[in-house]
């Protein structure tokens, strides 16, 4: 019959495997997040770039061209806000996926731990099991004596 703890190791092996791919997409949600961090501080440039560009000319510039500067730093400040929606979301699912490897990695430790008594259970079993053979033995040998 196997030992508990060498029927564990598939379990084990198993935890392993899904750290594994929790550490895969959390490092894939890092990434993403980090890739639209830059996006924001990008826009969040531009748009102080043009601002200040466009608030020097406004003493010389028409009153259309003005109104199209007006509009388009608009259109950036709303691209900021919805990339700023986007970052709070993917934080939410970057702090899920770095939830779900704490577990994972929780639950491969403590296998780990549980394997690991198991072995100290089984060799203890063992010694006792040899200690009464041996026992047995000196017993039998002096009752033929």
Same mark, same amino acid.
Do not use: P
């Given at each position: 019959?196997?030992?508990?703890? %060498?029927?564990? /190791?598939?379990?084990?092996?198993?935890?392993?495997?899904?750290?594994?791919?929790?550490?895969?997409?959390?490092?894939?949600?890092?990434?993403?997040?980090?890739?639209?961090?830059?996006?924001?501080?990008?826009?969040?440039?531009?748009?102080?770039?043009?601002?200040?560009?466009?608030?020097?000319?406004? /003493?010389?510039?028409?009153?259309?061209?003005?109104?199209?500067?007006?509009?388009?730093?608009? =259109?950036?400040?709303?691209? =900021?806000?919805?990339?700023?929606?986007?970052?709070? =979301?993917?934080?939410?699912?970057?702090?899920?996926?770095?939830?779900?490897?704490?577990?994972?990695?929780? %639950?491969?430790?403590?296998?780990? %731990?549980?394997?690991?008594?198991?072995?100290?259970?089984?060799?203890?079993?063992?010694?006792?099991?040899?200690?009464?053979?041996?026992?047995?033995?000196?017993?039998?040998?002096?009752?033929?004596?």
């Amino acid at each position: 019959m196997t030992s508990r703890s %060498k029927r564990m /190791t598939v379990v084990l092996d198993l935890a392993k495997r899904e750290q594994d791919q929790a550490a895969k997409s959390l490092e894939l949600h890092q990434q993403k997040l980090l890739e639209e961090q830059a996006r924001l501080r990008e826009l969040e440039s531009y748009y102080r770039d043009y601002e200040g560009d466009s608030g020097g000319l406004q /003493t010389t510039l028409r009153a259309s061209q003005l109104a199209n500067s007006r509009r388009f730093l608009g =259109q950036l400040a709303e691209a =900021q806000r919805q990339q700023e929606v986007q970052i709070a =979301q993917l934080e939410k699912n970057y702090d899920a996926a770095r939830q779900h490897w704490m577990e994972c990695h929780l %639950k491969q430790e403590n296998l780990d %731990k549980l394997i690991e008594r198991y072995r100290q259970e089984e060799a203890s079993e063992q010694e006792k099991h040899e200690q009464k053979q041996i026992d047995e033995l000196v017993s039998s040998s002096k009752r033929y004596r």
